[in-house]
């Protein structure tokens, strides 16, 4: 029996609702001391002058600009390893750049203590200018280096020409706003110093990220700082990054010579660890009567910081995803006094398939063309910017299946033509889409004289599953029922994997487990074969097939043995060890995920409450390794989605700079009561190139195309597009 692509329930599901699963600040080294971050509170400028209260009880450390440890000659606040690395704030200078920017840290001996010294630490300002609307920023634009490692703009045929050549034209603006991650654990950060070795505990998608930035940036070898994080709650990319309070507390640990907790609030979410940033997408598309586009233009601004450039990758969705003869990209920043964006939930795709989907959408309906019929009519097997075969592509079962799936031959096309008592009823569709991503990874894979399995890779699991995925891969490596196996992760001593972002730790991950648990069955057939006691002495290894926990032959079937069994007259646990790397892959396929989604929104005529009763989403994503945990995936991106297109939000007080709605009461995300019924198919889909057992990403895909076909079906529910999100009832009034 194959363990994989089984809906097994999670190996750490116990752990995790029984509370024995111990996050990053539930780690309590002996003579541990409380920290906490003080912040900025004007957008721009510099501190005049930053003073402790004396009279706070408890205090061990206010450090600030004008005493905190400066860092080794020539790293600066370090851009290291962009984009893992970040510039950082580490109270290296008096200058303010964004409001909620850390400018000390408190350290006492409890947590109340720390608390009430930080917030009587009195800091005077001298205040700057600073941009704090998009409209200001946009003004001034500038195009970043490169878009996630390709060029930020790119042309294909003539784009002015194709412009012209079509019968209809839409030329259309998208606006996303701040986004804000915000994981139910917010990031933490334990630090622990041995005379010159470093323990983090630590909240993130990438341990071995941590270990590298952090000993950089103190100056000290890689090997002098152990991360572990066996538990992430929830990161949606902004623990992808190392932000400045994973230093701060590494430096504070040092300076109080004892133990330093640091845990941001969850206003401080809003600013020094990333969100998504504001996006304005302008469309341009031209197309034949048929449908078939001649020109597709996609040009995109987002803000970044002052003192980093960090782009939203919206238009890369646009460069693969349809085919069309000439085509223009760009992407320009607008600088303003915020926290530099990050990585969110898909980014670029999220982003920017809400513009390009609304668009087709929007031009299908000019052109009376049904809105699946307009994507098949520009349907690809190549991506036409890379002139190069998709690996796989199951796009066209994902529309059809959809479609009958949701019913969607029913739909009249007209808009307002639905309704359901007094809700408008509309139903909109669009297209989902996720690069697949692979990089280097290694792993261990042990069998114990009992016949256990323990595999081990130095990865995450932010919630998503990774443990039990692992679990199956190694079991079926090695060939022992998934009873059997366990793995381990979230220490940065074991073998080294990427950050747990890009939706690839499984692509990564399982490529070297599968690698290093076939290398330990391997292994044990070498130790039987040369056996005289083993009943598989002197067997060719092509000649043994590994089932259950048996070795037999498979010429001789009645020749076998236990693997245990072969383990214990070793005289201790087998090991194996592998790293695995994508090859070439990539230079001859373009790799994606691929899906449709499919929307139903009720629309009340009165108060024009939105309410989204089911959701369909089919997907092809090559080999899904639990069915059970990879649909709960899929469906958790499909509410991301949701609450992109209907609710999420950061929103800044124009004066200051700062988040009004900086907590999770005020930043709304839906809620059981705000989702329907959401329905997730997954196509089977066989992809020989992108990783050995052919897994796609599922961490991301889940959102893209969702902000889409929700604007898509308000449109059809109540005739007015709204190409602003969120879409909320005030913009349908
Ligand atoms: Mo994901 S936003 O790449 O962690």
Known sequence: MSAIGAPINRTDGWAKVSGAARYSAEHFPPQMAHAVMVTSTIPAGRIKRIEADAECPGVLLVMTHENAPPLPPGMKAGKLQPPIGRVLSLLQDDA????????????????????????????????????????????????????????????????????????????????????????????????????????????????????????????????????????????????????????????????????????????????????????????????????????????????????????EPCALVTRMMYESPAQQTSHRLARMNLGTPTFMRAPGEATGSFALEAAMDELAYELGIDPIEMRLRNYTERDPQKQLPYSSKSLRECYQLGADRFGWSRRNPAPRSMREGDKLVGWGMATATYPTHRMAASATVVMHPDGHVL??????????????VMTQVAADAVGVPVEHARFELGDSRMPEAPVSGGSMTVASVSSAVHAAGQALRLKLIGIAAADALSPLRGVQPDDVDAADGWLSMRSDPQRRERMSSIVKRHGGPVEANAKAEPGSESEQYSMHSFGAVFVEVHVDETLCEIRVPRVVGVYGVGKLINAKTGRSQLMGGIVWGLGMALLEETVFDERVGRAVNGNLAEYHVPVNADIGNIDVLVVDEEDPHVNPLGAKGIGEIGITGVAAAVANAVWHATGKRVRDLPITLDTLL
């Not at 940036?217 to 994080?229: A, D, H, K, P, S």
């Open 455 to 468: 595999a081990r890779s130095a990865t995450q699991d932010l919630g998503t599953g990774t443990y039990t």
């Open 96 to 311: 303010v750049h964004y409001n909620n920017q850390p400018i000390a840290v408190v350290v006492a001996d409890t947590p109340e203590h720390a608390r009430e010294a930080a917030a009587r630490l009195h800091v005077e300002y001298e205040t700057a200018p600073a941009i704090l609307t998009f409209e200001q920023a946009r003004q001034h634009t500038y195009p970043p280096d490169k878009v996630l490692g390709e060029s930020a703009d790119t042309r294909r045929g003539d784009f002015e020409a194709g412009m012209l050549a079509g019968s209809v034209q839409l030329d259309a603006t998208y606006v996303t706003p701040y986004e804000t991650h915000n994981p139910i654990e917010p990031h933490a950060t334990v630090a622990a110093w041995d005379g010159e070795h470093l323990t983090l505990y630590d909240s993130t998608q990438y341990i071995k990220g941590v270990q590298s930035i952090v000993s950089t940036i103190l100056g000290i070898r890689q090997e002098q700082v152990t991360v572990l994080c066996p538990f992430t709650g929830g990161g949606f990319g902004c623990k992808g990054s190392v932000w400045s309070h994973v230093v701060l507390a590494a430096m504070a640990a040092k300076q109080v010579g004892r133990p330093v907790k640091l845990v941001l609030d969850r206003n401080q979410m809003f600013g020094p660890v990333g969100g998504r940033p504001i996006t304005e997408q302008r469309m341009r598309l031209s197309a034949m009567a048929d449908g078939r586009l001649t020109a597709s233009g996609h040009d995109v601004i987002a803000y970044t910081s002052m003192i980093e450039d960090w782009i």
